[in-house]
T-cell receptor
């Protein structure tokens, strides 16, 4: 199993641009999570899905952030428009029934 | 609300000495507890977990953790530290009713030669 796959690994974009982060969870996992990591705030849960359905998006910071999971093997996190304060490492993780999360390698986003 | 506390931002230990990284939790019910490690520019790697049973849990790379229900603690330990153990360590708790893993703020472990 290749694990949780995130793309791109690094993204540099200009303020105001749309950014899309992608995640492929482990096959068979029924939960998918998006986290953001910054020095100031540590690891924050943004949103999570169960069987492709968003369950809790209370961690999504603003309406500029949106996440979708059109099928069991793919999810996106979109920021539109992006701002410099969105610069962070974004992690995707998946799990089966809460038995433990497997994290992707993350996407390092820099908004200039 | 669920919360996990890691009271130390950084732990310094000499190679060969035992190490302890502290964690306390506040989660209703019987939580699942985890330790993850993060090396620079990498994702989080699973170290070990406690679900039920023996209070001493053994994990990867010689790490172990002790669950103490009365103190609501889950401290990470290793008998003999290695320089290569230097990394950022996260404690996490899962309330199975909510399926949401809550992380502590992380503790940086620095093992000196």
């Amino acid at each position: 199993d290749a694990g949780v796959i995130q793309s791109p690994r690094h993204e540099v974009t200009e303020m105001g641009q749309e950014v899309t982060l992608r995640c492929k969870p482990i096959s068979g996992h029924d939960y998918l999570f998006w986290y953001r990591q910054t020095m100031m705030r540590g690891l924050e849960l943004l949103i999570y899905f169960n069987n492709n359905v968003p369950i809790d998006d209370s961690g999504m910071p603003e309406d500029r952030f949106s996440a979708k999971m059109p099928n069991a093997s793919f999810s996106t996190l979109k920021i539109q428009p992006s701002e410099p304060r969105d610069s962070a490492v974004y992690f995707c993780a998946s799990s089966f029934g809460g038995s433990g999360y497997t994290f992707g390698s993350g996407t390092r986003l820099t908004v200039v | 609300a669920q919360s996990v506390a890691q009271p130390e931002d950084q732990v310094n230990v000499a190679e060969g000495n035992p190490l302890t990284v502290k964690c306390t939790y506040s989660v209703s019910g019987n939580p699942y507890l985890f330790w993850y490690v993060q090396y620079p520019n990498r994702g989080l790697q699973f170290l070990l977990k406690y679900i039920t049973g023996d209070n001493l849990v053994k994990g990867s790379y010689g790490f172990e953790a002790e669950f103490n229900k009365s103190q609501t603690s889950f401290h990470l330990k290793k008998p003999s530290a290695l320089v290569s153990d230097s990394a950022l360590y996260f404690c996490a708790a899962l309330n199975t009713g909510f399926q949401k893993l809550v992380f502590g703020t992380g503790t940086r472990l620095l093992v000196s030669p």
